[in-house]
């Protein structure tokens, strides 16, 4: 079956990110998400289904806050989150895929990647940690292996949080200012902002490649971090919830 793909770019400078959350209607908002997705991971569970998550993003974006705030509410025994860093000895010495087989999600569990095999066409493309043979072909490997899952029933959902470069800068600086959040910023960080265009260019060119029907892209203005996570909850339970064919509980 042929993979059918968006014909309209996505831009991550024409975002709008202007739109925020008051707390009250924040707090409302993740009550309610949290209470239709624990009703959908109960429903994923008799239905013997998978949810696999990607979350991508720029450095500092607020992707781990939003994993965090995403799966509080819900049944640990059937949720897995995986931050994904560099690869091990043992890892780099077997195709790129391998490592994220063996984490795949069993019938009726869910699993998050905190950044994922997308690394591939991301920052192993801009730092030249592969050919460009490599990430090019990787465009048709990361397309057939979520067919493969996607034809065996698994749900995929893709999220890209994004912020401008500004704020990027804003966060780096308070990180860099508190002691309790100096592991959250590194040299590597600050260097990855020297090549900010590139990586922008490598998104957009991702989002334009790897975004088959039955698993796009949804891309999330995370300037603001309240809306952010409000949107990706929201997200999360609208393809969850169709795919499933599930209905939110009355009340």
Known sequence: MPVAFSDRPIRLDDLDQSKCQTPEKYRQKMKDGHLRLLQLQHALKDAKRRVIIVVEGPDAAGKGGAIRRLVERLDPRHIRVYSTIKPTEEEHAHHYLWRFWNKLPRRGEMAIFDRSWYGR?????????????????????????????????????????????????????????????????????WRNRNRWKDYIA????????????????????????????????????????????????AG
């Not at 990361?142 to 912020?163: Q, Y």
């Open 121 to 189: 066409v991301l920052v192993e493309r801009v730092e030249g940690f592969c050919t460009k043979d490599e990430w090019r072909r990787a465009y048709r490997e990361i397309n057939e292996f979520e067919r493969v899952l996607h034809d065996d029933g698994t749900i995929i959902v893709k999220m890209w949080l994004h912020i401008t470069k500004e704020e990027q800068m804003s966060r780096f600086e308070k990180r860099a200012e508190d002691p309790l959040k100096h592991w959250k910023i590194t040299d590597e960080d």
């Open 202 to 249: 490598a998104a957009e060119d991702m989002f334009a490649k790897t975004s088959p029907d039955f698993a796009p892209w949804q891309v999330i203005p995370a300037n603001y971090k309240w809306y952010a996570r409000v949107k990706v909850l929201r997200t999360v339970c609208d393809i969850v919830g169709a795919a499933l064919g599930v209905k939110p509980a």
